[in-house]
Nanobody, 115 residues
Framework: QVQLVESGGGLVQPGGSLRLSCVASENIFRFNAMGWYRQAPGKQRELVAEFTRSGSPNYADSVKGRFTISRDAGKNTVYLQMNSLKPADTAVYYC?????????WGQGTQVTVSA
């Protein structure tokens, strides 16, 4: 099974930026979908942004215009650039890769937005 390793989380002030990275142990283009989810305390895990085989990335409405997902095939890495961060963005962010209905998850990286 693919291994996913996230990094880049941390503490940032409102309005700040962070870039998350997810390194996969396999070619990232073999997956039907690959992207980022997040889970805040007491809430369900939700999609943030993802690539699918359709090509164009999908974004949650709450992050459109602020977050950008990108990928580097040569490094088997997917990134999430997060700008104009808000306290509501505080959560554990998980990388996910889906293949034939089966999902693999990373261990998660904490993002805390606070003054």
């Amino acid at each position: 099974q693919v291994q996913l390793v996230e990094s880049g989380g941390g503490l940032v002030q409102p309005g700040g930026s962070l870039r998350l990275s997810c390194v996969a142990s396999e070619n990232i283009f073999r997956f039907n979908a690959m992207g980022w989810y997040r889970q805040a305390p007491g809430k369900q895990r939700e999609l943030v942004a993802e690539f699918t085989r359709s090509g164009s990335p999908n974004y949650a409405d709450s992050v459109k215009g602020r977050f950008t997902i990108s990928r580097d095939a040569g490094k088997n890495t997917v990134y999430l650039q997060m700008n104009s961060l808000k306290p509501a963005d505080t959560a554990v962010y998980y990388c996910e890769a889906e293949d034939h209905g089966l999902s693999a998850w990373g261990q998660g990286t904490q993002v805390t937005v606070s003054a």
